[in-house]
Nanobody, 121 residues
Framework: QVQLVESGGGSVQAGGSLRLSCAVSRDTDSRGHMGWFRQAPDAERVKVAHIARDGTTTYADSVKGRFTCSSDNAKNTLYLQMNGLKPEDTAMYYC???????????????WGQGTQVTVSS
């Protein structure tokens, strides 16, 4: 079992920044992969950032250049630095590990409880 606990969400104005943290109950330099998803009301959950097993990071086009995903292996913590926030970034943000993707669907994995990000215009 892997436990994930997010923190750092909140309310900001457009153009502002937030840093989300995810405390992970295993070594973040383990062989698993990790990332961040978000889900807005009445919308599907979407992946916004991914750290692969080799440390490579990838981002959704909608956040590329604004969001940065990183990990502090000494603290077993995953971060999502969000700059230049827009109202459309408003969502519940989830930290996740070891999910699988099949046919466009996300299957399994370990998930945090989520942290709300609200961006006002």
């Amino acid at each position: 079992q892997v436990q994930l606990v997010e923190s750092g969400g909140g309310s900001v104005q457009a153009g502002g920044s937030l840093r989300l943290s995810c405390a992970v109950s295993r070594d973040t330099d383990s062989r698993g992969h990790m990332g961040w998803f978000r889900q807005a009301p009445d919308a599907e959950r979407v992946k916004v950032a991914h750290i692969a097993r080799d440390g490579t990071t990838t981002y959704a086009d909608s956040v590329k250049g604004r969001f940065t995903c990183s990990s502090d292996n000494a603290k077993n913590t995953l971060y999502l630095q969000m700059n230049g926030l827009k109202p459309e970034d408003t969502a519940m943000y989830y930290c996740a590990a070891d999910w699988r993707e099949y046919g466009g669907s996300v299957i399994g994995g370990y998930w945090g409880q989520g942290t709300q990000v609200t961006v006002s215009s």
